[in-house]
């Protein structure tokens, strides 16, 4: 019977902030790419010193890393290739997902302990290419996105190899992203990562000459969701449930992986779960769909490509003179929220929005509110695709986590070094006190009192063992200044420190009671 650490959600990052989102509503391990070799060459993706720090970030919270090196090469390209894995190798990452059995050949050879996953372009699709695998001492394999759930579970049955499947995100129209009309339309090859995906544009359907449908997305696919299926892709014996969305906002990534996380989570507490599946649709999506995984055949965005949103209320009228759109609301609209409108294919971020005309920060379900609008648009229903409440809740969740989780690891794993320091620090004082002569001093208290000097693990929680103190010093005093101040003292400094050093504020602040000076 599985249990809950048998279970691995897997989560995507194409920046660190979507890193961070990702680990901090739950995810088990992350994948990303670095700047070359990945599926995903549009991505912000990690060069080195982000690799790097991506893997410190991940173990310090026990988190697994593994890196995509899964496009295609040619002999030009190996001596560099080559450079990239001895790097990836020294800083630890967890495992590497390839597709090209050269490749693998190399990794062997030359890094025989590392992890290697075999990506879902290598399209394996049944138990024999499964089985072949593991003779080869594959670690893993990610199944082709065309499987079943009866067929995934045969092969987690019958092969003691660990599955990977894809349960949510953008689907391909070919098998396993095996596609070359990006190459031959654009001249961007998908196997190099680049694919400029010409299934999102439009086309005419003829049949005997005739259009019967005209520009229509005839080959764009929903998005995969079987978020309400977690139950029985549990039960099919599936090791890594996988998010598919290293070109998706930190937003999108940390509110699907924390409803895949409460959908685990509940079943092996054993509690009933009803998704928030509005909650996913308004972080992005272009209609959901099970997918083959459950025989959800052919279900096509033929009308929006790309991120439908959801609805969130109509036209009511249009004043040319006041260039005012009223809008009739059907969900809450927030200040800030990015609007859609189909027809036109038009965006527009709320700026200022009215009711009864006062500007209001929030509108409601059955309000009537009004827009400034430059232009007459065709009246029609609008949706919403971005959602400033949520963007901002998760922003904010997640720096807050991420501040209280490394405060709390660095506290932990710093204090029997403290502690050592001011037993040394105290003996040393002690000593001194004991062979000088008596003189006059400066009373307890006294502003002249020396200050205390910052000790280098205070920043170890964050920059590694290899932390350069001075660094972090001149880069915290740099943003000081920026803010158009001179000297100061560390109380204050933390209004304008950056996310990743507030972290180290704390710990310092804590530490020494206020009295450390940087200036």
């Known amino acids: 019977m599985k249990k809950r650490e048998d279970i691995e959600l897997l989560a995507p990052a194409g920046s660190f902030e979507a890193l961070v989102a990702a680990v901090q509503n739950g995810a088990n391990a992350i994948y990303l790419g670095g700047q070359k070799f990945g599926a995903r060459a549009f991505a912000h993706n990690f060069d080195y010193a982000a690799l790097k720090e991506a893997v410190d970030y991940c173990h310090l ?24 894995l001895k790097y990836l190798y020294h800083i630890g990452v967890d495992a590497l997902i390839i597709q090209d059995m050269g490749l693998f050949s190399l990794i062997k050879n030359h890094f025989p302990d590392i992890e290697i996953h075999m990506s879902t372009q290598a399209s394996v699709r049944n138990i024999e290419g499964v089985k072949y695998f593991a003779k080869q001492n594959i670690d893993r394999v990610v199944l082709a996105r065309e499987m079943n759930i009866r067929e995934i579970e045969e092969i987690c049955h019958n092969c003691s190899i660990d599955i990977e499947v894809f349960v949510h995100g953008a689907l391909c129209m070919s098998y396993s992203g095996q596609c070359l009309m990006s190459s031959m339309i654009a001249k961007r090859s998908g196997n190099k990562g680049e694919c400029g995906q010409p299934c999102r544009l439009p086309y ?26 977690v139950p029985k892709l549990i039960d099919a014996g599936i090791k890594s449930f996988k998010i598919e969305g290293r070109m998706k906002r930190p937003e999108y990534v940390g509110e699907v992986v924390k409803a895949y996380r409460q959908a685990i989570d509940y079943y092996f507490d054993q509690k009933n779960y009803t998704p928030n599946i509005l909650q996913m649709k308004k972080v992005f999506n272009r209609g959901f769909t099970q ?26 009228n249009y004043s040319k003179k006041r260039k ?71 922003k904010v969740q997640t720096e807050t986590k991420a501040a209280d989780a490394t405060v709390k690891k660095a506290t932990t794993a710093t204090e029997k070094k403290t502690t050592v320091l001011k037993q040394t620090a105290s003996k040393t004082e002690t000593n001194k006190k004991a062979d000088a002569p008596k003189k006059r001093g400066r009373k307890p208290g006294s502003k002249n009192k020396p200050k205390e000097q910052l000790a280098p693990e205070v920043y170890l929680q964050y920059c590694g063992e290899e932390a350069d103190q001075n660094a972090i010093i001149e880069r915290i005093k740099e943003q000081y200044v920026s803010e158009g101040h001179r000297a100061g003292n560390i109380k204050s400094l933390k209004l304008y420190l950056k996310p990743e050093d507030r972290a180290a504020y704390y710990v310092i602040n804590d530490r020494y009671a206020g009295k450390v000076d940087l200036f």
Not at 61 to 75: A, E, I, S
Not at 293 to 306: K, T
Not at 366 to 380: A, C, P, T, W
């Open 61 to 84: 919270r026990n988190v697994k890393l593994y890196v995509t090196v899964n496009t295609l090469y040619n002999n030009a390209e190996i001596d560099e290739i080559f450079d990239y």
């Open 204 to 229: 005419s359907l003829l049949e005997d000459n005739k259009i019967i449908k005209k520009q229509k997305y005839l080959l764009s696919p929903m998005d995969l969701c079987t978020i309400e299926k």
């Open 291 to 316: 997918g083959f995984l459950f025989q959800d055949y052919l279900n096509l965005a033929q009308d929006i490509p790309g991120n439908q949103g959801i609805k969130i209320g109509k036209m009511i």
């Open 324 to 394: 005012m759109l009223d809008i009739k609301l059907s969900d809450t609209l927030y200040q800030n929220d990015r609007i859609y409108f189909p027809k036109n294919d038009f965006t527009r971020t709320i700026t200022k929005l009215y009711k009864n005309n006062r500007l209001v920060n929030t509108a409601y379900q059955g309000d009537l509110v009004s827009i400034e609008m430059d232009q007459l648009l065709d009246f029609q229903d609008i949706y919403k695709v971005v959602d400033a409440k949520i963007v901002e809740d998760k």
